[in-house]
């Protein structure tokens, strides 16, 4: 369960952001709130609010890019290869940092990482006990060119441990042999639309991989058949079905196998099959949401979604959302990070779950939680509040 993150240097934003979900006690407990095993109470989703180019999508690539670096950095990256992080362009020879802290099987976790391009900096891993007491730390002494690294608890042979890339992190490295809390820490958690580069698998792309997926995981392909059937999307009913197709027009004979979805359509007493591509953008929309949010729903962790409402009604952002405040849908407390330009989602947030960023005349980006607004109370309308120019981090047009 994600309790909060922030980062330095990241993209457009240049001074430390810091993004928080732990929610005052004062605050009246809702369904949206899930209490960690040290009795935090920590918002289970949080909307990012802001005009275009203000930097909501940089606000949400450190949780991207650490699910990654974490999990799979040793995998898919080639030894020399650069770290895929960006500094901001009018600090681009110095390094970006990132912070995250979460609670994993009961404990509690802080990660720290100072990168540039080239290389990990500064690494280091710590657990709550009375305190937060170090893993370990990993830092790069440049006059020796190797790394030093001090453990505690963590396992990995030290010689191994200064032998790691500079491209990767210790706990992909150290996972890589078999070091239990690295395996159980590199678990992939975080599913997400995005990567550094921006959104991604968007169009008929990501259709077909959100096909593959559910085709590979019947329970979840019948609860997302349910939920489309049920969204007043004019389904019956969806089936998925192996297919053979020419990888380009000018190789015909070379053949990949893909999945193919068809919609079932009810009418005057028929029944009736469309491919999936014809049907209407809000339906692949929602499809493909679902294929990034069911399996997160399925056993806990973190979505991280970009352009939430892309193609869809915003009647459905409240049923989508409901998914992760029902315990019934819901059951391990999995989290929702979004960005949204449909500011309809502000009536259906508390205040602590909206997250507003601007951008200033020199391109660099703030962000501040909506609580944090001096004056704003819980009984007025947050919609026409923001509507009204109130909050700012509106377009100045």
């Excluded at 999936?276 to 806990?300: D, I, M, Q, R, V």
Aim: aromatic share 10%; hydrophobic share 45%.
């Amino acid at each position: 369960m994600l309790h909060s993150y922030a980062a330095t240097n990241f993209q457009s934003f240049l001074d430390r952001v810091e993004i928080d979900l732990v929610v005052n006690q004062r605050v009246p407990h809702t369904d949206w709130m899930a209490t960690s095993a040290a009795g935090q109470r920590v918002s289970k989703v949080l909307g990012v609010i802001g005009a275009n180019a203000s930097g909501k999508t940089a606000l949400l690539k450190p949780l991207a890019f650490l699910g990654w670096f974490l999990s799979a950095s040793f995998q898919q990256t080639q030894p020399g290869a650069p770290i895929p992080i960006s500094p901001h362009f009018a600090s681009a020879a110095e390094p970006v940092e990132l912070e995250c802290t979460a609670e994993i099987q009961g404990d509690l976790w802080r990660y720290v990482l100072r990168c540039t391009p080239q290389r990990v900096l500064h690494e280091a891993l710590y657990r709550k006990h009375d305190r937060f007491r170090y893993v370990y730390i990993r830092d790069w002494i440049e006059a020796k060119a190797s790394y030093s690294v001090r453990q505690q608890d963590f396992g990995l042979d030290p010689t191994k441990a200064v032998e790691a890339r500079p491209n990767v992190s210790l706990i992909a490295w150290a996972a890589q042999y078999g070091v239990p809390l690295a395996l159980k820490l590199a678990t992939p958690i975080v599913s997400s639309n995005v990567n550094m580069v921006g959104r991604v698998q968007t169009g008929d792309l990501a259709v077909l991989q959100a096909s593959k997926s559910f085709y590979e995981n019947p329970p979840l392909r019948e609860q997302m058949e349910r939920l489309l059937c049920g969204w007043d999307l004019g389904l019956s009913g969806l089936s998925i079905r192996e297919s053979e197709v020419a990888q380009n027009l000018l190789n015909p004979d070379v053949k990949q196998k893909v999945w193919m979805p068809y919609g079932r359509h009810a009418s005057h007493g028929q029944d009736f099959e469309l491919p999936f591509f014809l049907e209407s953008n809000g339906t692949k929309s929602a499809f493909s949401l679902l294929s990034f949010l069911l399996p997160t729903l399925s056993k806990g962790g973190l979505a991280v979604i970009d352009e939430f409402e892309s193609d869809l009604h915003p009647h459905m952002l409240a049923a989508i959302l409901d998914l992760f405040a029902s315990q019934r849908t819901n059951p391990h407390n999995a989290q929702l990070v979004f960005t949204s330009h449909a500011i309809e989602v502000l009536n259906l947030l508390d205040k602590h779950q909206v997250m507003l960023v601007e951008k200033n005349a020199d391109c660099e980006s703030t962000a501040l939680r909506l609580d944090q607004i001096s004056g704003v109370r819980s009984d007025v309308s947050l919609y026409g509040k923001y509507m009204a120019g109130a909050f700012g981090a509106v377009p100045n047009l």
